[in-house]
């Protein structure tokens, strides 16, 4: 996906290197002390995580993730959190009739 000045395929040290320079210039003092965007893929994890959290189904998000829907369930069950009142919520009015 990215090439060094020559055509090159950039190295995993420079990669890094550049990948750490960012995160400082990007992100808070505290932030970049935290494990926040650590490595290039744990932006996939969050990507995942806050479609989940944002109530976008599993099965579209197991899509846009190239997962199985067990496999992202697996993977991310833990991750879906403070859905409690909303589900809740939709539980009730489904019992009801509700259109809501």
Known sequence: ???SERGNVVGASTYSRVWE???GLALTPHQVASPLA???YDLRHAAVSLW???GVPAT???DRAGHS???LLKVYAKCIDGQEATVN???EDALRGSDQ
Do not use: K
């Open 52 to 54: 989940l959290n944002a």
């Open 69 to 71: 829907v067990d496999v």
């Open 38 to 40: 650590g490595r290039p």
């Open 21 to 23: 320079e960012a995160r």
């Open 60 to 62: 579209e998000v197991a």
């Open 89 to 91: 919520q939709r539980i």
């Open 1 to 3: 996906m990215f090439h």
